[in-house]
């Protein structure tokens, strides 16, 4: 019986949290966890593995990395030693995020437990990244009000701006109610683990060349504009890892399926 891999969310989740308070070098979208069943391999927690230089030549994208866990072992850790494996295989990236490997000279119980005690300590002066991460905090922020995104102290917090997106696609006029990923987190996150969502903006400080991803995506169509000038639109399906525009952008308009614009951008892209 072969070994047997599934899309861990909830580790996803945690590698995700944990990224942004230690490791900020850590592309978002470049981590998938996996929980495997059946491994025979004797003693093994969990393993981090990376997509190679000639994979990402092949692919014409760079650095990707997967943290396995393995079901039989990891499941019966304590939430502690849980955590501290996580940290432990996000700690085996390097700053670089080239495709190598930091290896046990440095990661070691020592560093990990070190590391550990940050964290704990990182979350209790910023308990609100939890529930950001859920989702929790985003929905508070919008009942709270439309267009705001300091809190009483002045402090910038992590949820979307929203605001009125225009642009013209062969000869019909979109008026889009899009939220703009504002921060790092935010369009790192993008539509991912989002059932629904409204469409989303990214504004890039200068024009890029960068591919996208759909990995725990729902289906959208990507518009790529640099100034008002539309370079590219596709439609999105799930799971794809690395999807480029015809040409360089400084702006990425991302429109799910559940929108109202999504068909109607959709027919004029067969026409």
């Not at 209790?124 to 985003?138: H, L, M, P, T, Y």
Request: net charge positive; hydrophobic share 40%.
């Amino acid at each position: 019986m072969g070994i047997k891999y599934e899309i861990a969310l909830d580790l996803q989740e945690q590698v995700n949290e944990i990224a942004i308070l230690l490791f900020p070098h850590v592309k978002l979208d470049s981590v998938v966890c996996l929980r495997s069943h059946g491994s025979s391999s004797r003693g093994t927690i969990a393993r981090c593995h990376a997509l190679g230089k000639a994979m990402q030549l092949a692919l014409g994208r760079k650095g990707f990395y997967v943290i396995e866990v393995i079901s039989k072992r990891f499941d019966k850790l304590s939430e502690t030693d849980r955590l501290k494996t996580l940290i432990h295989e996000l700690m085996h990236i390097p700053k670089s995020f080239g495709g190598g490997f930091i290896h046990h000279n440095v990661v070691h119980e020592r560093n990990v437990e070190r590391e550990f005690q940050r964290y704990i300590n990182l979350k209790k002066k910023e308990n609100f990244v939890n529930s950001i991460i859920k989702g929790e905090g985003a929905e508070k922020a919008r009942e709270a009000s439309d267009n705001f995104d300091m809190d009483n102290n002045g402090r910038k917090q992590w949820w979307f701006w929203k605001m009125k997106f225009q642009f013209n696609y062969k000869g019909k006029n979109f008026n889009i109610d899009a939220e703009e990923c504002n921060n790092y987190f935010l369009r790192a996150k993008g539509l991912m683990f989002r059932k629904k969502s409204k469409p989303l903006l990214f504004v890039f400080g200068k024009q890029t060349k960068r591919a996208i991803h759909s990995l725990f995506c729902i289906p959208f169509i990507a518009v790529w504009l640099d100034g008002d000038n539309i370079i590219d639109v596709k439609i999105i399906k799930p799971w794809k890892i690395s999807v480029f525009p015809r040409g360089k952008f400084d702006k990425l308009l991302e429109i799910p399926d559940n929108d109202c614009n999504f068909n109607t951008l959709k027919l004029l892209i067969f026409e």
